[in-house]
Protein backbone atom coordinates (compact mmCIF):
# COMPACT_ATOMS: atom_id res chain seq x y z
CA UNK A 1 0.00 0.00 0.00
CA UNK A 2 1.58 3.15 -0.65
CA UNK A 3 1.65 6.43 1.48
CA UNK A 4 -1.54 7.64 -0.88
CA UNK A 5 -3.64 4.49 -0.46
CA UNK A 6 -3.17 4.30 3.15
CA UNK A 7 -4.39 8.00 4.01
CA UNK A 8 -7.04 7.53 1.75
CA UNK A 9 -7.81 4.66 3.38
CA UNK A 10 -8.12 6.29 6.63
CA UNK A 11 -10.30 8.75 5.17
CA UNK A 12 -12.94 6.34 4.26
CA UNK A 13 -12.45 4.96 7.96
CA UNK A 14 -13.74 8.08 9.47
CA UNK A 15 -17.09 7.58 7.49
CA UNK A 16 -19.22 7.49 11.05
CA UNK A 17 -20.11 4.42 12.23
CA UNK A 18 -23.35 2.83 10.68
CA UNK A 19 -23.39 5.29 7.73
CA UNK A 20 -22.25 3.25 4.96
CA UNK A 21 -24.67 0.52 5.02
CA UNK A 22 -27.64 3.19 5.78
CA UNK A 23 -30.84 2.14 4.31
CA UNK A 24 -31.62 5.70 3.27
CA UNK A 25 -28.26 6.51 2.05
CA UNK A 26 -27.41 7.67 -1.99
CA UNK A 27 -24.29 7.33 -3.29
CA UNK A 28 -23.32 8.65 -5.77
CA UNK A 29 -19.67 8.80 -7.31
CA UNK A 30 -18.28 11.26 -9.76
CA UNK A 31 -15.38 10.67 -11.81
CA UNK A 32 -12.95 13.89 -12.38
CA UNK A 33 -14.04 14.92 -9.57
CA UNK A 34 -10.70 16.76 -7.93
CA UNK A 35 -11.63 19.49 -10.04
CA UNK A 36 -13.76 22.04 -12.53
CA UNK A 37 -16.93 20.81 -13.73
CA UNK A 38 -16.45 17.50 -11.28
CA UNK A 39 -15.50 19.06 -7.50
CA UNK A 40 -18.22 21.60 -8.20
CA UNK A 41 -21.01 18.77 -8.70
CA UNK A 42 -19.70 16.82 -5.62
CA UNK A 43 -20.47 19.71 -3.48
CA UNK A 44 -23.86 19.81 -4.84
CA UNK A 45 -24.40 16.59 -4.41
CA UNK A 46 -23.06 16.38 -0.88
CA UNK A 47 -25.23 19.45 -0.11
CA UNK A 48 -28.18 16.89 -1.39
CA UNK A 49 -27.69 14.27 0.95
CA UNK A 50 -25.68 12.28 -1.74
CA UNK A 51 -22.32 10.62 0.02
CA UNK A 52 -20.22 11.67 -2.39
CA UNK A 53 -17.24 9.67 -3.74
CA UNK A 54 -14.52 11.80 -6.07
CA UNK A 55 -12.63 9.59 -8.07
CA UNK A 56 -9.45 10.60 -10.44
CA UNK A 57 -5.98 10.35 -10.57
CA UNK A 58 -4.54 12.51 -8.20
CA UNK A 59 -4.89 12.25 -4.32
CA UNK A 60 -3.25 15.25 -3.16
CA UNK A 61 -6.24 17.09 -5.56
CA UNK A 62 -9.08 14.45 -4.55
CA UNK A 63 -8.28 14.85 -0.78
CA UNK A 64 -7.84 18.64 -0.86
CA UNK A 65 -11.44 18.64 -2.73
CA UNK A 66 -13.08 16.12 -0.45
CA UNK A 67 -12.05 18.05 2.50
CA UNK A 68 -13.38 21.24 1.44
CA UNK A 69 -16.86 19.83 0.55
CA UNK A 70 -17.28 17.99 3.87
CA UNK A 71 -17.65 14.77 5.73
CA UNK A 72 -19.83 13.37 3.16
CA UNK A 73 -16.91 13.59 0.59
CA UNK A 74 -14.93 10.54 -0.04
CA UNK A 75 -11.30 10.19 -2.62
CA UNK A 76 -10.75 7.24 -4.57
CA UNK A 77 -7.63 7.07 -6.10
CA UNK A 78 -8.98 5.27 -9.91
CA UNK A 79 -7.84 6.33 -13.41
CA UNK A 80 -10.81 5.58 -15.71
CA UNK A 81 -8.82 4.47 -18.50
CA UNK A 82 -7.15 1.47 -16.96
CA UNK A 83 -10.02 -1.43 -16.48
CA UNK A 84 -8.29 -2.86 -13.99
CA UNK A 85 -7.83 0.53 -11.92
CA UNK A 86 -11.80 0.41 -12.57
CA UNK A 87 -12.98 -2.88 -11.21
CA UNK A 88 -10.83 -2.10 -7.89
CA UNK A 89 -12.69 1.58 -7.81
CA UNK A 90 -16.41 0.47 -8.18
CA UNK A 91 -15.21 -2.72 -5.79
CA UNK A 92 -14.00 -0.37 -3.23
CA UNK A 93 -17.10 1.85 -3.61
CA UNK A 94 -19.69 -0.74 -3.67
CA UNK A 95 -17.56 -3.01 -0.75
CA UNK A 96 -17.46 -0.24 1.89
CA UNK A 97 -21.20 1.46 0.82
CA UNK A 98 -23.12 -1.60 -0.50
CA UNK A 99 -24.59 0.24 -3.29
CA UNK A 100 -24.51 2.85 -6.03
CA UNK A 101 -27.39 5.24 -6.83
CA UNK A 102 -25.76 7.81 -9.43
CA UNK A 103 -23.02 7.46 -11.69
CA UNK A 104 -21.48 11.19 -13.22
CA UNK A 105 -19.27 9.95 -16.04
CA UNK A 106 -17.33 13.36 -15.85
CA UNK A 107 -13.46 12.78 -16.45
CA UNK A 108 -12.45 14.32 -20.10
CA UNK A 109 -9.25 15.13 -21.62
CA UNK A 110 -8.80 16.71 -25.40
CA UNK A 111 -5.88 17.97 -27.89
CA UNK A 112 -4.78 21.43 -27.79
CA UNK A 113 -6.75 23.14 -30.48
CA UNK A 114 -3.75 24.72 -31.47
CA UNK A 115 -2.78 20.95 -33.01
CA UNK A 116 -4.21 20.54 -36.68
CA UNK A 117 -6.16 17.54 -37.34
CA UNK A 118 -3.11 16.02 -39.46
CA UNK A 119 -0.78 16.57 -36.66
CA UNK A 120 -2.62 14.56 -33.86
CA UNK A 121 -0.41 11.92 -32.63
CA UNK A 122 -1.22 8.64 -32.02
CA UNK A 123 -0.83 8.96 -28.43
CA UNK A 124 -2.54 12.23 -28.32
CA UNK A 125 -5.87 10.43 -29.72
CA UNK A 126 -5.96 7.07 -27.95
CA UNK A 127 -5.66 9.18 -24.71
CA UNK A 128 -8.59 11.20 -25.38
CA UNK A 129 -10.78 7.93 -26.47
CA UNK A 130 -9.64 6.07 -23.70
CA UNK A 131 -10.37 8.79 -21.29
CA UNK A 132 -13.50 10.26 -23.14
CA UNK A 133 -15.04 7.29 -23.82
CA UNK A 134 -13.62 3.98 -23.19
CA UNK A 135 -13.05 5.50 -19.88
CA UNK A 136 -17.16 5.98 -19.32
CA UNK A 137 -18.23 2.74 -21.13
CA UNK A 138 -15.75 0.97 -18.33
CA UNK A 139 -17.60 2.78 -15.45
CA UNK A 140 -20.72 2.24 -16.92
CA UNK A 141 -20.47 -1.45 -17.19
CA UNK A 142 -19.81 -1.63 -13.35
CA UNK A 143 -22.43 0.62 -12.61
CA UNK A 144 -24.80 -1.71 -14.41
CA UNK A 145 -23.73 -4.37 -12.46
CA UNK A 146 -24.26 -2.66 -8.90
CA UNK A 147 -27.15 -1.54 -9.71
CA UNK A 148 -28.91 -4.27 -11.50
CA UNK A 149 -27.98 -6.50 -8.19
CA UNK A 150 -29.26 -4.00 -5.65
CA UNK A 151 -32.52 -3.40 -3.75
CA UNK A 152 -34.52 -1.19 -4.64
CA UNK A 153 -32.96 -1.81 -7.88
CA UNK A 154 -32.09 0.27 -10.59
CA UNK A 155 -30.11 4.09 -10.62
CA UNK A 156 -29.16 6.93 -12.73
CA UNK A 157 -26.00 7.51 -14.98
CA UNK A 158 -25.25 11.48 -16.12
CA UNK A 159 -22.68 11.31 -18.77
CA UNK A 160 -21.38 14.84 -19.54
CA UNK A 161 -21.05 15.39 -23.44
CA UNK A 162 -20.42 18.97 -23.75
CA UNK A 163 -21.89 21.34 -26.44
CA UNK A 164 -19.12 19.05 -29.24
CA UNK A 165 -21.74 16.68 -29.19
CA UNK A 166 -23.64 18.77 -31.44
CA UNK A 167 -21.11 20.53 -33.47
CA UNK A 168 -17.25 21.28 -33.43
CA UNK A 169 -14.81 23.80 -32.62
CA UNK A 170 -11.84 23.92 -34.74
CA UNK A 171 -9.29 21.56 -34.40
CA UNK A 172 -11.15 19.16 -32.21
CA UNK A 173 -11.45 15.98 -33.81
CA UNK A 174 -10.55 14.19 -30.95
CA UNK A 175 -12.27 15.36 -28.55
CA UNK A 176 -15.51 15.88 -30.72
CA UNK A 177 -15.09 12.63 -32.15
CA UNK A 178 -15.24 11.09 -28.44
CA UNK A 179 -17.92 13.41 -27.24
CA UNK A 180 -20.40 12.22 -30.64
CA UNK A 181 -20.19 8.94 -29.12
CA UNK A 182 -20.63 9.39 -25.79
CA UNK A 183 -24.16 10.38 -27.31
CA UNK A 184 -24.38 7.33 -28.74
CA UNK A 185 -23.23 5.40 -25.37
CA UNK A 186 -25.99 7.93 -23.44
CA UNK A 187 -28.77 6.19 -26.08
CA UNK A 188 -27.47 2.79 -25.43
CA UNK A 189 -27.16 2.48 -22.01
CA UNK A 190 -30.72 3.90 -21.34
CA UNK A 191 -32.85 1.73 -23.87
CA UNK A 192 -29.97 -1.30 -21.95
CA UNK A 193 -31.10 0.48 -18.72
CA UNK A 194 -34.78 0.16 -18.82
CA UNK A 195 -35.19 -3.46 -17.69
CA UNK A 196 -33.01 -2.71 -14.25
CA UNK A 197 -34.51 0.94 -13.86
CA UNK A 198 -31.57 2.36 -14.52
CA UNK A 199 -32.10 5.84 -15.92
CA UNK A 200 -29.65 7.58 -18.23
CA UNK A 201 -29.16 10.70 -19.60
CA UNK A 202 -26.44 13.10 -20.73
CA UNK A 203 -25.89 16.54 -19.79
CA UNK A 204 -23.87 18.98 -23.10
CA UNK A 205 -22.62 22.23 -21.11
CA UNK A 206 -20.53 24.80 -23.02
CA UNK A 207 -18.05 27.44 -21.48
CA UNK A 208 -18.50 26.71 -17.27
CA UNK A 209 -15.70 28.78 -16.21
CA UNK A 210 -13.00 26.57 -14.70
CA UNK A 211 -9.40 26.58 -14.83
CA UNK A 212 -9.47 24.67 -18.11
CA UNK A 213 -11.08 27.29 -20.17
CA UNK A 214 -9.59 30.14 -18.91
CA UNK A 215 -8.17 30.39 -22.61
CA UNK A 216 -12.22 31.46 -23.78
CA UNK A 217 -12.17 34.96 -22.22
CA UNK A 218 -8.58 35.37 -23.46
CA UNK A 219 -9.35 34.38 -27.36
CA UNK A 220 -10.20 30.83 -29.14
CA UNK A 221 -10.09 30.29 -32.93
CA UNK A 222 -13.44 30.51 -34.44
CA UNK A 223 -14.99 28.75 -37.22
CA UNK A 224 -13.80 32.04 -39.92
CA UNK A 225 -10.46 31.74 -38.57
CA UNK A 226 -10.56 34.67 -36.39
CA UNK A 227 -9.35 34.27 -32.46
CA UNK A 228 -12.47 35.91 -30.36
CA UNK A 229 -13.17 35.70 -26.94
CA UNK A 230 -15.89 34.36 -25.88
CA UNK A 231 -18.25 34.44 -22.78
CA UNK A 232 -18.62 32.06 -19.97
CA UNK A 233 -20.66 30.96 -16.91
CA UNK A 234 -19.87 30.61 -13.64
CA UNK A 235 -19.37 26.17 -13.20
CA UNK A 236 -22.09 26.23 -10.41
CA UNK A 237 -25.07 26.75 -13.02
CA UNK A 238 -23.76 23.04 -14.31
CA UNK A 239 -23.55 21.61 -11.47
CA UNK A 240 -27.08 22.98 -10.48
CA UNK A 241 -28.51 20.86 -13.67
CA UNK A 242 -26.63 18.12 -12.80
CA UNK A 243 -27.91 18.19 -9.39
CA UNK A 244 -31.90 18.63 -10.86
CA UNK A 245 -31.13 15.82 -12.94
CA UNK A 246 -30.19 13.44 -10.05
CA UNK A 247 -33.08 14.64 -7.83
CA UNK A 248 -35.70 13.07 -10.05
CA UNK A 249 -37.25 9.52 -9.23
CA UNK A 250 -36.07 6.88 -11.51
CA UNK A 251 -39.65 7.11 -13.05
CA UNK A 252 -38.59 10.25 -14.80
CA UNK A 253 -35.61 11.22 -17.16
CA UNK A 254 -34.33 14.46 -18.57
CA UNK A 255 -32.27 12.58 -21.51
CA UNK A 256 -30.67 15.39 -23.02
CA UNK A 257 -29.76 18.90 -21.54
CA UNK A 258 -27.80 21.55 -22.60
CA UNK A 259 -26.52 24.09 -20.27
CA UNK A 260 -24.50 27.01 -21.56
CA UNK A 261 -22.72 30.49 -21.27
CA UNK A 262 -26.41 32.34 -23.26
CA UNK A 263 -23.93 34.32 -25.75
CA UNK A 264 -21.68 31.96 -26.40
CA UNK A 265 -20.93 30.90 -30.20
CA UNK A 266 -23.11 27.66 -29.98
CA UNK A 267 -26.26 28.36 -31.84
CA UNK A 268 -25.43 29.80 -35.27
CA UNK A 269 -21.70 28.83 -35.05
CA UNK A 270 -20.00 28.65 -38.26
Not at 33 to 44: D, F, K, L, Q, T
Request: net charge positive; charged share 15%; glycine share 12%.
Amino acid sequence: MTQADASLSEAWASLPAGANRGANLKVALVTGGGSGIGRAVSEALAGDGFAVVLAGRRADRLEQAAAAIGERAFALVMDVTDPQSVAAGFARLHGHFGRLDLLFNNAGTGVPGSILLEDVTLDDWQRTVQTNLSGSFYCTQKAFRIMKAQQPQGGRIINNGSVSAHVPRPNSAPYTSTKHAITGLTRAASLDGRKYNIAVGQIDIGNAATELTGKFTKGVPQADGSIKTEPVMDVRHAAEAVRQMAALPLEANMQFVTIMATSMPFIGRG
